[in-house]
């Protein structure tokens, strides 16, 4: 008899959550499901799932596309060398470069990205101290490049922490046994520390492109509003269009799209250990 | 020797600030077992991890056939390692992990497949080839990790307490499989470990060290029968050690009784520190002993009994196939060849380590 009230116990205290969900989750989503599937009269539709087909939405997809791609592989190129020089450091200076390195996740977001609008900015301080050394001034601001900054200056540490993860959780004996083997740095990093740490930059992966692909506030700030990714299609569709069923008809269909990609890395991941944080 | 394969010439070692090794000096014969012997923290792990080339000492030479690697990093060391905790490559299949030091040396996949099959008959381990190693007990892991390195081929194999982490019984079963083994690929072995006993069955030279000292070197019986001072005598094995007096040659005084002994060369009427196996001292009835006590405690041990008897305020430990009624007086009796004279310490690390 006291497994069953234990059990209610443990769903008792897991109430909260289960509101949580149900509230700011499960119901916007059939929300807007429901918005996606009709269309202003209320009559069942599906004409704003396929409207992400359109030229200039699939204009917007591909550019959301590539700059996620881009975002994701900078990110990635930047936290291995990272985490492995972080790897080398006593406990102390590690547990300071940790701290650095999420230290600006602590400022407001939107903040960050103005900041950046700043430097960027054609007299910015960036082409003020390219200009000291004879280059530029650049134009930046308003084009890809600032969108690609600004999107991996966001999503580096949820890129670095996972594979920081589980880069510390390989054992230095590993290491130790590889070189003893016969393997120099580069050979222990491609046959031991990288495939191990494959859980954490799958992880990674999920965590940074997914965002990126998204988000529209960067590129709104850094884009001058020019450029459009599908994320800003799908904000201006409910703010100056107006048109809240296509929106919600591009959302649902960019989720879809997304699940899919996830799908896959999660195949990937059952085949090695389990992932460090997703 | 005049054929040492390895040398390692007035190592020192400190870390933080605290001295580990100081003018260690060793040399290791071509195909031989050496064991390395001693209590943790005595420096023996710090001198395998010198040779590996994982740590570098602060002074002196390691030579390799005559050739100074002291600078060399450990994957450019024709020498391997089995590590206490296996370390296989848990990304790898067994065999993946058997090849990955030969696919560095770029040998052919023909080649490959041959050595992971003789390796694997070897350890003992056929049919595991594609068996992921966490799925494998911990001998099993050894028996790996063991393969893993005698394919490379090394001149050394460095074994730093490889049987630490399995059980008494799956320990022993692998110690006769380690003598089979080093017979069968016929490379040297440098072996560190704390259990004497394991020491004593493999080696065919063992260093007891203490405190980054070597406190006798010599062959499993002359360690075992002749230990040199009191930490040796009492670190392999139980053993009685007791004050006396050396009378003269071949006469020692224990306990105001005079015993004929063996030894000689310790001068008249000197101090000494004397040595009794338990399993040497018999007991007979008081009048025919040297010694006469109370038994305190019998207790069974499986092939003996072990019994206490006070003698004068010491407490002699005996090994008998015979108990002895707790509270009767006897008479403890010994062969003069059993006793074994040693000078008293003249040095911390030459004493007994007492349990804090």
């Known amino acids: ?278 | 020797m005049s054929d040492a394969i390895l040398k390692m010439e007035s190592i020192s070692k400190s870390f933080d600030g605290k001295e580990i090794l100081k003018d260690f000096d060793l040399e290791i014969g071509r195909n031989e077992f050496v064991t390395l012997l001693g209590p943790s923290g005595c420096g023996k792990s710090t001198i395998l991890r010198i040779i590996g080339g994982f740590v570098k000492p602060d002074a002196g030479r390691v030579l390799f056939e005559g050739r100074d690697i002291t600078a060399l990093p450990p994957e450019k060391r024709n020498i391997n390692t089995v590590f206490q905790k296996y370390s296989l490559f848990p990304h790898m299949t067994v065999g993946e992990n058997i090849a990955f030091g030969l696919k560095l040396k770029k040998k052919s996949p023909e080649y490959i497949r041959e050595k992971i099959d003789y390796a694997l008959k070897l350890v003992n381990m056929e049919g595991y080839e594609h068996r992921n190693p966490e799925s494998l007990s911990g001998g099993q892991q050894q028996r790996v990790a063991i393969a893993r390195a005698i394919v490379n081929e090394p001149q050394v194999l460095l074994l730093d307490e490889p049987l630490g982490a399995l059980d008494l019984k799956l320990r022993r079963v692998m110690q006769r499989e380690l003598i089979k083994i080093k017979q069968e690929v016929g490379i040297t072995f440098l072996y560190v470990t704390h259990d004497q006993e394991e020491a004593l069955m493999m080696s065919d030279r063992i260093l007891v060290m203490n405190k980054g000292i070597v406190q006798q070197e010599g062959n499993s019986k002359s360690i075992y029968d002749e230990p040199q001072n009191a930490f040796v005598a009492d670190f392999i094995g139980d053993s009685n050690i007791i004050g006396g007096i050396m009378v003269r040659d071949r006469l020692v005084r224990i306990q105001g009784v005079e015993i004929p002994c063996v030894d000689e060369g310790f001068g008249n009427e000197t101090p000494v520190d004397v040595v009794i196996r338990p399993e040497d001292l018999e007991i007979v009835s008081p009048e025919n002993g040297y010694l006469r006590g109370q038994v305190q405690s019998v207790i069974f041990k499986g092939a003996y009994y072990e019994i206490k008897v006070e003698s004068k305020g010491y407490e002699w430990m005996i090994q008998s196939v015979d108990p002895a009624p707790v509270g009767e007086t006897v008479g403890l009796t010994i062969d003069p060849d059993n006793i074994q004279i040693m000078h008293k310490p003249v040095s911390a690390d030459e004493e007994v380590i007492r349990d804090e």
């Not at chain 1, 994701?72 to 790897?87: E, K």
């Not at chain 1, 960036?126 to 601001?141: D, E, R, S, T």
Request: proline share 5%; with cysteine; hydrophobic share 55%.
């Open chain 1, 1 to 278: 008899m006291s497994k069953p009230r234990e059990l209610n116990k443990r769903t008792l205290v897991a109430s909260p959550y289960a509101v949580w969900v149900l509230a700011f989750t499960v119901l916007p989503l059939i929300v807007i499901l429901q918005y996606a599937m009709t269309d202003a009269a209320g009559h069942l539709t599906f004409r704003h799932l396929f409207e992400v087909f359109s030229p200039i939405h699939v204009k917007a997809a591909l550019f959301s596309l590539e700059i996620a791609a881009g975002c994701t592989v900078f990110c990635i190129l930047l936290a291995y060398p990272m985490v492995i020089a972080m790897r080398h450091l006593g406990m102390k200076q590690r547990g300071f470069s940790l701290f650095i390195i999420i230290l600006p996740m602590w400022m407001n977001f939107i903040l960050r990205i103005l900041a950046w609008q700043m430097i960027l900015s054609n007299n910015g301080i960036l082409n003020f101290l390219l200009g000291k050394i004879g280059i530029g001034p650049l134009q930046i601001a308003n084009t890809p490049a600032a969108i690609m900054i600004g999107v991996v200056y966001d999503y580096l540490p949820y890129m670095i922490l996972p594979i920081y993860t589980a880069i510390m959780e390989i054992n230095e004996d590993l290491i130790e046994a590889a070189k003893d083997l016969g393997a120099g740095s580069f050979t222990v990093f491609r046959r031991v520390i990288f495939p191990l740490s494959i859980p954490g930059l799958l992880s990674g992966i999920v965590m940074v492109f997914v965002p990126s692909m998204t988000s529209f506030v960067v590129s709104d700030i850094l884009g001058g509003g020019k450029l459009q990714l599908i994320g800003n299609v799908i904000e201006q569709e409910f703010t100056t269009g107006n048109d809240w069923h296509a929106g919600s008809g591009l959302s649902v269909s960019l989720m879809v799209f997304v699940l899919i990609g996830m799908a896959f890395t999660s195949v990937s991941k059952t085949e090695g250990k389990e992932s460090v944080i997703w």
